[in-house]
């Protein structure tokens, strides 16, 4: 079985400062970790993934995000907030070993206040 | 820049009625997807779909739900007997990569109220 944990419902940010929106997972085989966003009434848009290779991924809007295997984490960040990322961000996982679904966490609202 | 379109945006139905909800992937996609999101939470995933057949499909996915591409362009996902609980963000979703390297690609979503 495959999960995701996001501990947080929601994350306050000053614009201008770093935030940080937390991940873990859980799965048997390699994990896929992929990172989306959702703004109101709006589908999920894609930010970045983690396949393999540098634990550092950058994505898009400036966001980026770390894999650490030893924590099964995957952490988003960004250096310097801005009002507009004031969205829903869901963090998911893929077994890779097996199967092709896509699970995801519950999500984590996040707000920017100017 | 391709995108996934849903239709309907948002469509209204009786309890028991049987409900169609239409998708196009992007074109030279090869891997679909139904996922449901209620009231804004936490999205859930129903079915995967690959070489004209169901890959992989939650508990969620039980008789009442079956998905068709029926023209090599539309993937439908069928409610044959609506209920109460069913009333949901429908989300269809597609991939060209790599069955599971590549991400997925959403449309806007066909919210469903069953009265």
């Known amino acids: 079985a495959q999960s995701v944990a996001q501990p947080e419902d929601q994350v306050n940010v000053a614009e201008g400062n770093p935030l940080t929106v937390k991940c873990t997972y859980s799965?048997?085989?390699?994990?896929?970790l992929f990172w989306y966003v959702q703004y109101p009434n709006r589908g999920l848009q894609f930010l970045l993934k983690y396949i393999t290779g540098d634990n550092l991924v950058k994505g898009s809007y400036g966001f980026e995000a770390e894999f650490n295997k030893s924590q099964t984490s995957f952490h988003l960040k960004k250096p310097s907030a801005l009002v507009s990322d004031s969205a829903l961000y869901f963090c998911?996982?893929?077994?890779?070993?097996?199967?092709?679904?896509?699970?995801f966490g519950t999500g984590t609202r996040l707000a920017v206040r100017p | 820049e391709p995108e996934v379109t849903q239709t309907p945006s948002h469509q209204v139905t009786q309890m028991g009625q049987e409900v169609i909800l239409r998708c196009v992937p992007i074109?030279?996609?090869?891997?679909f997807y139904w996922y449901r999101q209620i009231l804004g939470q936490k999205v859930e995933f129903l079915v995967s779909f690959y070489n004209n057949e169901i890959s992989e499909k939650s508990e969620i996915f039980d008789d009442q739900f079956s998905v068709e591409r029926p023209d090599g362009s539309n993937f439908t996902l069928k409610i044959r007997s609506t209920k109460l609980e069913d009333s949901a963000m429908y989300f269809c979703?597609?991939?060209?990569?790599?069955?599971?390297?590549?991400?997925?690609?959403f449309g806007e979503g066909s919210r469903l109220t069953v009265l």
């Open positions: 979703a597609s991939s060209g990569q790599a069955k599971n390297t590549g991400e997925l690609f």
């Open positions: 074109s030279n996609h090869l891997y």
């Open positions: 998911a996982v893929r077994d890779g070993s097996s199967g092709d679904k896509l699970t």
């Open positions: 799965v048997s085989g390699n994990p896929y």
